[in-house]
């Protein structure tokens, strides 16, 4: 087991633990994507789908403690991923610019990131850990959206997800040694459509909730 | 036949052997013919400097014919300058126009030690090199040609990887400093190669553990090594070097 740490340790190991669990993110997301498209369909058709979910018991469990392992994982190797390369450079050069390979995703990674995690947070507090048995999740919604600055958050904070994912998920690919300059730019493509169809999919919801519901 | 002439201004970094921190100086640049490289450039700033009693600018090079890979410094915030494939020695001053005002920095990385001026210690790739950049084999007499072939497109590819003359650029332009371009390139070339395989694994990992140790920053994927580098090495071969890794890794 000790080669198997060692290769963790290493640089392009923690790139792999960040690719193996922003993979997992991004299977997560499109499938909490899909859930809450229910919710365009009405009240009706979203708590059926709660129900659904819910009934999955433990599995849902294991799930979340997943996603929580994941989380650990992708933060905890994010943020000493980030320190390493601040002191990578210790003289920083008086002037710096884009040769063309940047984007705002790749270099607010870590910045985005961090968003994420205080976004997912609050949502977190919002939804999940709220007294179930008072109020339904669409009430949870609903009583949420109502407020004008909760809709601008959510609306922000899914802008924000969209951009950490345009570079992270082809970026997974490169890391996993899928790159290829027959495949890549369908990749790259599909990293495009997801980001925008998450930013859409997700960014609409409160602004329906609260003005079109 | 005289050639057109320009006067640039120069902010220079200049820090001296085990000075703590340097500073960029201003120098003028009178009279420089738009065929000169951007070196010969120095050259006559340098004698001037010369001239007037001055310490000269301290820069590397040796061939000045963009193959050896001694030269190097960031130029307006773009290694070797902005010219794409290029080295300093082959940026040509007719790619600046009259006037200009031009910051000249070294290259910045924890693992390449200022020594003067522009010039830095690039030893840790060589470390790197050292590490498993090389087969191992047997001398004696000379194989037989065709011995061992190998089909046009895999000697390609390996030739493509094979280009890189170790400027260090990759690293200098990396927001994270990391030498994984350098890396990739040097591992893919040997990988891809028959006479490579032996050691393949072997050599992926001690490189790429001789990188982490010098200091190096962690790719992200940003890809501004392979818009910088002179020899427009891919970050397709990253992408080898990961897979070359793993394989290693997991057998
Ligand atoms: S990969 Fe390119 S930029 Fe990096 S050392 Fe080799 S030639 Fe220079
Ligand atoms: S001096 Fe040899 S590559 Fe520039």
Known sequence: ????????????????????????????????????????????????????????????????LGLLAFAAIHVSSGLILF?????????????????????????????????????????????????????????AIDATFSMLPYVIFYTFAVIIVAIHISHGFWSLFQTFGANHPKYMPAIKGMGVIFSLLAAAGFGFIPVYVSFIM | MISKTINLTLKVWRQNRGEKKGRLETYHAKDISVDMSFLEMIDVVNEDLTKNRKEPIAFDHDCREGICGMCGAVVNGRTHGHEKETTLCQLHMRHFSDGDTIVIEPWRSRAFPLIKDLIVDRSALDKIIQAGGYISVNAGGAPDANALPIAGEVAETAFIAAACIGCGACVAACPNASAMLFVSAKVSHLALLPQGRPEAAKRVQAMVRQMDECGFGNCSNETECEVECPKGISIVEIARLNREFLKAEFS
């Open chain 1, 1 to 64: 087991m000790n080669w198997f740490f060692n290769m963790l340790r290493s640089s392009i190991g923690k790139k792999l633990l960040m690719a193996l669990t922003g993979l997992g993110f991004c299977l997560f997301l499109l499938i909490h994507l899909i859930g809450n498209l229910t919710l365009y369909g009405g009240k009706g058709l979203f708590l059926s789908y709660v129900e659904h979910l819910h009934a999955l018991g433990p599995l849902i469990r294991i799930a979340e």
């Open chain 1, 83 to 139: 320190w390493q390369n601040l002191q990578a450079r210790p003289v920083r050069y008086q002037v710096s610019k884009n040769a063309g390979g940047r984007t705002i995703g790749s270099a607010t990674m870590p910045y985005t990131g961090v968003l994420i995690l205080i976004f997912v947070v609050i949502h977190l507090l919002n939804f999940h850990f709220i007294d179930h048995s008072r109020q339904t999740v669409f009430q």
